[in-house]
């Protein structure tokens, strides 16, 4: 297998011969954030199976598409298709999009969650902002990779989730009417749900939701000198708070009805980056 870094400059040499947008901004969909393409004009779509290199997608609500769009005139790149832990992937293979969008010139990168809600508080269908994570997966996608003075290995993970979008986000959720809550994100390799003792175990361990992605990438993301923003949707009460038993399709069903206020939400968002680089 090719070192990560060069499988990435490939695949992104690849995209760059197929569409002239040359995005600063990108974004990493979560199961069920298709609001955020939604809110993308002049879209062009290029899936994971036509380019070289590129592994495919297996899980449900994960299509396998890089999207090349505008909002309001400004480009963006959305990555429509995660590579879990849970499927078998390593954390090579976990952050080839990210490290893929860093190659393509991508410097603010906003990644997207569906999760469990921890903190009790919470409610099915409020965002939640990542103010900090915990990495419970055990796994880190810097282990192995060859340090270099411009890309130390030994990364600081203070305010890994930039204050100033975190601002503009909060903002415009008030704006929109939408409930959004700041709190920490735990990543858990899954693919089974937790118990509820697990649950418990992490809410007094400080975290406020519950998910199987996002830490990975973020801390690949910050390695690569990146911009970070992380937003949790919350589409159920984690395991044992509610009594309800957790499956897929609800998580879905919860993130569908949402789609609407994430669209005008990320057209909002995209405009105020857009200023800010
Ligand atoms: N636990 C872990 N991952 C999740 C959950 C959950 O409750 N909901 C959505 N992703």
Redesign the pocket.
């Given at each position: 297998m090719k070192q990560i870094a060069l499988r990435a400059a490939e695949i992104a040499r690849q995209l760059k011969e197929r569409t002239e947008v040359r995005p600063k901004i990108g974004v990493v969909l979560g199961?069920g954030w298709g609001g955020a393409v939604d809110a993308l004009a002049e879209r062009s779509v290029i899936s994971y199976e036509s380019l070289e290199g590129m592994p495919q997608c297996s899980v449900v609500g994960h299509a396998g598409n890089f999207v090349f769009g505008k909002a309001d005139g400004v480009d963006v790149v959305a990555v429509q298709g995660r590579f879990h832990l849970y499927e078998g992937h390593t954390t090579e293979t976990a952050v080839l999009p990210v490290r893929i969008l860093s190659e393509l010139g991508v410097e603010t990168l906003i990644l997207t969650?569906?999760?469990?809600?921890i903190n009790t508080k919470y409610r099915p269908g409020d965002l939640m902002l990542l103010s900090d994570h915990i990495n419970m997966t055990g796994m880190n996608p810097l282990v192995g990779v060859r340090p270099s003075s411009a890309y130390p290995i030994f990364v600081d993970m203070t305010d890994i989730y930039d204050p100033t979008l975190r601002n503009i986000v909060e903002k415009r959720c008030k704006e929109s009417g939408i409930c959004c809550h700041e709190g920490v994100y735990m990543q858990?390799l899954?693919p089974s749900?937790?118990t509820p003792t697990e649950i418990r175990a992490f809410r007094t361990m400080g975290a406020d939701a519950?998910?199987?992605s996002t830490v990975i990438e973020a801390i690949s993301a910050r390695y690569l000198k990146m911009r970070l923003v992380g937003i949790s949707c919350i589409?159920?009460?984690?395991?044992g708070i509610t009594g309800e038993k957790?499956t897929?399709t609800d998580?879905l069903r919860e993130m569908d009805k949402l789609q609407r206020k994430i669209c005008e939400l990320f057209k909002s968002i995209y405009k105020d980056i857009a200023v800010l680089a």
């Open positions: 199961s969650n569906a999760a469990g809600g858990v899954g749900y937790e519950v998910g199987m589409s159920n009460m984690a395991s957790l897929h998580v």
